[in-house]
């Protein structure tokens, strides 16, 4: 197994090209300096700089938007069976780069090894899965009507921008590029401007892979100027965004005036609820994996812990002696469980918490304080005493920080789940067939797990309801919002047409 310094030599050297060249913005297969200037892209491992980023404005997206124009037609009309060859070169290709992928990925956002080994792998999951559904991703169905042959086609809906948050951002870009690429779109991504390496390998693989220029537009840059922009562009017909509830209203804003199609992965305050007749040793288990993995910065993260009250005391002592043994340290260490959250502001935002806990009269039973002296490390926290009001317990943290809350009776742990304004996942622990299917059929969320953590599954539909979304990504869900729907009628015979200013 590799060491904490096999893998430093390693990055060393796949970052010597960022260090010399910084990161320039991708159009139409050219770099391009960004209008804005450069903007730093710094480490928060050691709040090193890693390197210049092109600061992307409204001219470098009106040419990225240009770009995918103009390679539209093209790529639509490209043999499906070419298309998807395409694309699964990518998927080798990333295979090929996962480690750099993956080492880059954790220097740029603190995400530990352990995890982001398996996240650059799923990013080619996604591209081989799409890949596999290009061929029929255009067919439709035969809707006959007595005079009428009703056929449906789907075309792809046209240049499409892309924009992705910091968490786990090479694997989520993938989510959205794939399937929008398979459709037959081209697209403008805009990654997070707090974790801008991997967009770029990703666009250098998509190159090498035989993607024509113009296909795949990286514009870096910060929301409220590249982003906006790219919601305002009039070329650019529908825009796939996950990121923040309230950016998420932006979105919808800044595409009012050009009628832009959205697609909205946003925010969670997701709820796990442990009955007392579950298997609690496996709950334990995928409690503190669903929160304190990948740094608990996480949309699906289950960041409210509701536990019946009978079984509350032992379970939140044996809880607290887990976290407390998590291991926080480099990222780069295979071992490192957690490492550093993304940025100085998100410290501030996670740390913060500790003091609206205390203030809310809430319990710190494990960790709230920071871990270390450089780096944006915190320790694993779970806070328990608490009540659904609280901020901690309404207010995505976005850390690795966990809320418990007791609750005696079914109703009330319902009543407790969805009294939230999101929706994105629930997950519950019961061995009680009937009252899993009664629980999740009422439990408001776009995704539920019963007696497991969250596996996905990518023929499945993902998304949140309430201010968790709008819109699933998935198997065909994807194409429904990377494509539009046609119908076409053939008449098929001579069916009586009413005749207006004839006698
Ligand atoms: P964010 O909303 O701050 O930023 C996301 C992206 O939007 C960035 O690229 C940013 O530059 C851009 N942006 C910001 N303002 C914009 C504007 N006015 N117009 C256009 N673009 C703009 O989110 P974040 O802090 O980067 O990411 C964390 C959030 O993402 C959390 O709330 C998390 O729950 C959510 N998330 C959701 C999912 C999901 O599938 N539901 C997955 C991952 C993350």
């Known amino acids: 197994m590799a060491t904490l310094n096999d893998n430093l ?28 200037g450069v903007f730093a892209s710094v480490s928060p491992v050691d709040e090193s700089h890693i390197c ?27 043999p499906a069976t070419q298309r998807r060859a395409i694309l699964i070169r990518i998927a080798e290709g990333i295979e090929a780069r996962a480690e750099e992928i ?77 399937p929008a690429l398979a459709a037959g779109c081209t697209v403008v991504h805009k990654p997070a401007e707090a974790s801008p390496l991997t967009a770029r390998l990703l666009v250098e693989i998509a190159e090498d892979a035989g993607l024509p220029p113009g296909v795949l537009n990286t514009v870096n840059g910060f929301g409220e100027e590249a982003g906006k922009a790219l919601c305002e562009h009039p070329l650019i017909r529908a825009i796939a965004f996950v990121g923040e509830s309230r950016t998420g209203s932006l979105i919808t804003k800044q595409g009012a005036d050009t009628l832009k199609r959205n697609h909205l992965e946003l925010g969670g305050k997701n709820p796990v609820i442990v009955f007392d007749d579950a298997e609690l040793d496996r709950a334990l288990d995928a409690v503190i994996f669903m929160i304190y993995s990948i740094n608990g910065e996480r949309c699906t993260s289950s960041s409210r812990l509701l536990v019946q009250d009978t079984i509350r005391a032992a379970f939140e002592a044996r809880l607290v002696e887990r976290v407390n043994a998590i291991r926080v340290g480099h990222p780069l260490d295979p071992k490192t469980e957690i490492g550093p959250l993304i940025s100085q502001e998100h410290y501030d935002k996670v740390t913060g918490y500790f003091d609206t806990a205390k203030a809310d009269g809430a319990t710190i039973a494990a960790g709230g304080a920071p871990a270390g002296d450089t780096g944006y490390f915190v320790k694993p926290t779970l806070f328990t005493d608490a009540t659904n009001d609280m901020r901690i317990a309404r207010e995505e943290i976005f850390g690795p920080v966990l809320t418990s809350i007791p609750f005696a009776t079914e109703d009330e742990a319902l009543s407790i789940a969805n009294d939230t304004p999101y929706g994105l996942t629930g997950y519950v622990w019961t061995n009680d067939l009937t009252r899993a299917l009664r629980f999740t059929d009422r439990l408001e969320a776009g995704m539920i797990w019963v007696n497991s ?12 309801v309430k201010a968790s979304g709008i819109g699933r990504d998935g198997g065909d869900w994807s194409f429904d919002f990377y494509m539009e729907q046609k119908h076409i009628g053939l008449a098929t015979g001579q069916h009586k047409i009413t005749k207006l200013g004839a006698l």
């Open 9 to 36: 030599e390693k990055l060393d050297g796949f970052l010597a090209r960022f260090r010399a060249h910084g990161i320039k913005n991708r159009i139409a297969g050219a770099d391009r300096d960004g209008g804005g």
């Open 52 to 78: 210049d980023v092109a600061r992307g404005d409204a001219g470098d997206i009106d040419a990225a938007a240009q770009a995918a124009h103009a390679a539209f037609a093209e790529w639509r009309d490209m």
């Open 102 to 178: 993956a080492l880059c990925e954790c220097w740029d956002t603190g995400q530990a090894y352990k995890f982001m080994s398996k996240a650059a792998l799923r990013g080619a999951e996604n591209f081989r899965y799409f890949a596999d559904q290009v061929v029929q991703a255009r067919d439709g169905q035969h809707l006959k009507s007595p005079t009428l042959m009703n056929i449906t086609t789907r075309v792809p809906i046209g240049p499409v921008g892309v924009i992705t948050p910091w968490n786990t951002p090479f694997m989520l870009s993938t989510w959205k590029i794939a």
């Open 453 to 464: 953590e969250n596996v996905r599954h990518l023929p499945t539909p993902f998304g949140g």
